[in-house]
């Protein structure tokens, strides 16, 4: 029977970590330890707690250096944890390292992932023979990924002519020779132009997510790739998180002002510096378009609402023609958040400083 955990509606947990920390001492200098001052520390991630469901595409969102491979090392037991815990399918990554490797495998962009002057071919069935595959059994699953991920007419071709994208496609490809159960992609677009990227992450979907059923952590700092590819994601700042849920709420649930769209007439100067006087608003622009006057207001929401500026409006003989929310995009709510001081690191939706 298996030791994996489960919900009360018996939903599997491919990863669970309980306030992960990987913390690295630095090497006291000469002076430091004239001095007798201790050696200095760094967490490369601290107190990462969050659970990723069986078969979900899970995404780790974060500017360089903020955690996100140390986490991906720790759950692949490339780097032990300084404290904390962590189980791939219920196995602990410290006490079972082991049957650990055995469920995941761990793609990077980095070059040296593959071997430059062997074949296409030659690279998968050199990691097919680490992974225990002999004979036709290794023939048959080349034949498959090339196929997948349309390498075939470049499998006799050495790795180092191919292109990063070509080379990326091959990295993912080796990846899933040993049928893991969970695929880490540590930023795969890396170096590629935003449609290559764009077609490699399709691929991934395609082939990976759907066609071998993997549970997929993908790591990066480009927030539109979590838009296209992940079910929810969590965004890392310094080694903690800031964030954890569902890819569409996450601009919503950080944001600390509203800004509506809106088109009126009989609108003037007037009515402008009575909306801008206005308690809580940040800012209202104003453009003439058609005969009518369009308005964008951005206010904060604990201030103003939307009844107090439809009055407001209403008071001063305002027809108001249209009004929307303006959305946010996740690659705004990306910069937003990393330029922003953070009140306090959350397991769940973490609130920044206004």
């Known amino acids: 029977m298996s030791n994996t955990r489960q919900t009360n509606t018996g939903t599997r947990f491919a990863v669970e970590a309980r306030a992960l920390t990987k913390r690295y001492t630095h090497q006291r200098s000469l002076s430091d330890i004239v001095h007798g001052r201790p050696a200095a520390e760094t967490h490369a991630l601290k107190d990462v707690?969050?659970?990723?469901?069986?078969?979900?595409?899970?995404?780790?969102?974060?500017?360089?250096?903020?955690?996100?491979?140390?986490?991906?090392?720790?759950?692949?037991?490339?780097?032990?944890?300084?404290?904390?815990?962590?189980?791939?399918?219920?196995?602990?990554?410290?006490?079972?390292?082991?049957?650990?490797?055995?469920?995941?495998?761990?793609?990077?962009?980095?070059?040296?992932?593959?071997?430059?002057?062997?074949?296409?071919?030659?690279?998968?069935?050199?990691?097919?023979?680490?992974?225990?595959?002999?004979?036709?059994?290794?023939?048959?699953?080349?034949?498959?990924?090339?196929?997948?991920?349309?390498?075939?007419?470049?499998?006799?071709?050495?790795?180092?002519?191919?292109?990063?994208g070509m080379r990326q496609k091959l990295a993912i490809a080796r990846g899933l020779l040993s049928d893991p159960k969970l695929l880490f992609l540590d930023e795969p677009t890396r170096g590629l132009d935003p449609a290559a990227a764009h077609n490699l992450l399709e691929l991934v979907k395609e082939r990976a997510v759907e066609h071998f059923e993997n549970t997929v952590i993908l790591t990066t700092h480009i927030a539109r790739e979590v838009e296209q590819l992940c079910d929810r994601i969590a965004t890392l700042h310094r080694g903690s998180i800031t964030y954890l849920g569902p890819v569409e709420t996450l601009g919503r649930s950080l944001d600390v002002t509203v800004t509506y769209l809106m088109r009126v007439t009989g609108f003037n100067d007037v009515v402008a510096e009575r909306l801008r006087a206005r308690k809580g608003v940040v800012s209202c622009k104003c453009t003439e378009a058609d005969g009518a006057t369009d308005v964008e207001l951005v206010f904060a929401p604990d201030a103003l609402t939307l009844s107090d500026v439809l009055r407001l409006l209403l008071f001063n003989n305002v027809e108001l023609l249209r009004c929307t929310v303006k959305e946010r995009s996740l690659e705004e709510t990306f910069r937003a958040v990393f330029d922003t001081p953070w009140a306090q690191p959350a397991g769940g939706a973490a609130t920044a400083k206004s």
Do not use: C
């Not at 500017?63 to 720790?74: I, V």
């Not at 690279?123 to 034949?143: H, M, P, T, V, W």
């Open 49 to 164: 707690s969050l659970a990723i469901e069986e078969g979900e595409v899970f995404g780790l969102l974060g500017p360089n250096g903020s955690g996100k491979t140390t986490f991906l090392k720790l759950l692949s037991t490339i780097l032990s944890p300084t404290s904390g815990t962590a189980t791939i399918f219920g196995h602990d990554v410290l006490r079972e390292p082991r049957r650990v490797r055995q469920m995941v495998a761990l793609v990077t962009a980095e070059e040296r992932s593959l071997y430059w002057r062997l074949t296409g071919r030659q690279n998968l069935r050199f990691f097919a023979s680490l992974y225990g595959l002999d004979g036709q059994r290794i023939e048959a699953k080349i034949d498959e990924l090339l196929e997948l991920f349309m390498l075939r007419d470049a499998s006799r071709t050495r790795v180092a002519e191919y292109s990063t």
